[in-house]
């Protein structure tokens, strides 16, 4: 009786494991959402969370704030499984009314979340590791794991009191907002041969960029600056010609703040206000989406250009080392003419029209987050292979630039970045 006790324990324990890695059949991608790609109740594993619907909004009420942690505990484990019922929706919506109407409140649910994820990933479970289609401990593991490796790296004098390089309020401002890019880019992936939602994710953020991965990153839809890569050269750096286009560009200064009531009439609202360059960002949209002369609004085009990237706002010697951020202006401003004839920003903005003549540049592209530490190591990086360079050399006073192509909600291992410097033929 024994023996056929442990057999029959034996057995089952085989049976979840096979369970939990090999992917139902045949595979298939989910386009649409739909409940028969859920594991059946009695395939839920003890740690598991059962599904509720979940296309109702959460409460607003402070008073059933407990009630709207034990829902988005639902929401999310449904969201990290198949999103069957659109949960990510519901929790991304949720987060955009927050930030529009309370701030503070946005901050709280991102907090709310975080917890959600620390304390069901300490729980113990039977079920193997990596079974996250078994295991709801397995799911918020997985995540906690994603959350490591893309939340971004501190940058000096980022920290709250200004007299550490890291601490406890800039490291939760870091966690939430990888949290939010997290949960947005749930919303819009498909599960693909019944691997949960979550370790797809997983997969794709451990793995590393490669150019020609990186190549590929290029938001679709958006203009860009024309250019002809005249050779690639080992190291990963290109050198190219660029033909000349026009850009809005606006100083870049610390004193000024990210949706000050001040600045209504001339800048965009800004979603993420907290995030080095808002105000800047905020003064650029304002201006290509109708806050000028002409009240007409532009194309939103790509990438978002700063210069000296790597520096304080205030920490200018000079004109020249002033630290600016610019948008690209649509093509049918990029002749001689074109910053003429595009409308004038409103004064008071800050915004400037320039045209920028293009020429050749050396360019050297990487993913994840461009903060300050990243932008910093790769103008170094991009430097010492100019010094080996047997055919160009840095144009003098010339400037490293740092191009973004992304969005602030585009997850790390989808971002494109660039730092550039101009160079000429030795």
């Not at 059949?25 to 509720?52: G, I, M, N, Y």
């Not at 995030?275 to 201006?287: D, E, I, T, V």
């Not at 205030?314 to 610019?326: L, N, Q, R, V, Y």
């Amino acid at each position: 009786m024994k023996n056929s006790f442990i057999t029959a324990t034996v057995l089952l324990l085989a049976a979840l494991r096979s369970l939990a890695f090999v992917a139902p059949h045949p595979r298939r991608c989910v386009h649409q959402r739909s409940s028969s790609l859920l594991p059946t109740s009695s395939s839920l594993a003890a740690d598991s969370e059962p599904t509720a619907e979940s296309a109702a909004p959460l409460s607003s009420s402070k008073e059933d704030h407990a009630v709207n942690i034990d829902r988005v505990a639902v929401l999310l484990d449904d969201a990290l499984k198949y999103n069957t019922n659109n949960s990510s929706s519901t929790l991304v919506n949720n987060l955009m009314t927050l930030r529009q109407s309370d701030p503070m409140a946005a901050e709280a649910n991102l907090d709310d979340i975080l917890s959600i994820i620390a304390t069901g990933s300490n729980r113990r479970t039977f079920i193997p590791r990596l079974s996250t289609r078994l295991s709801r401990t397995a799911r918020l593991r997985s995540v906690s794991r994603v959350l490591d490796v893309t939340t971004p790296a501190a940058d000096e004098g980022e920290a709250a009191n200004n007299d550490a390089v890291d601490d406890e309020v800039a490291a939760g401002r870091r966690r939430r907002r990888a949290l939010a890019v997290l949960l947005r880019t749930i919303d819009k992936e498909t599960s693909c041969g019944g691997t949960t939602i979550i370790r797809q994710i997983e997969k794709l953020a451990l793995q590393d960029a490669k150019m020609e991965d990186l190549t590929k990153r290029l938001p679709e839809g958006l203009e860009t600056p024309k250019y002809d890569v005249v050779v690639r050269r080992k190291g990963g750096y290109e050198i190219r010609n660029y033909e000349p286009f026009s850009v809005c560009t606006v100083e870049m200064k610390s004193s000024v703040k990210a949706n000050d009531e001040k600045r209504a009439k001339t800048d965009a609202k800004v979603s993420m206000p907290q995030l080095s360059g808002a105000s800047s960002f905020g003064a650029l949209a304002g201006y290509l989406f109708g806050k000028n002369s002409e009240e007409t609004a532009m194309k939103m085009t790509t990438p978002v250009l700063t210069s000296n990237a790597d520096m304080d706002a205030d920490d200018a010697s000079s004109i020249g080392d002033t630290k600016e951020m610019s948008f690209v202006l649509p093509s049918s401003y990029w002749a001689e003419d074109g910053t003429a004839r595009a409308p004038q920003p409103l004064d008071g903005s800050g915004v400037r029209l320039q045209r920028d003549e293009g020429g050749t540049r050396a360019t050297l592209m990487f993913g994840g987050f461009a903060n300050k530490a990243e932008v910093k190591e790769r103008k170094a990086q991009l430097l010492a292979l100019l010094e080996g360079d047997t055919d160009y050399v840095i144009s003098d006073g010339a400037k490293i630039t740092l191009s973004q192509y992304n969005d602030p909600f585009t997850p790390p291992w989808k971002r494109l970045n660039e730092v550039s410097v101009q160079v000429i033929s030795k």
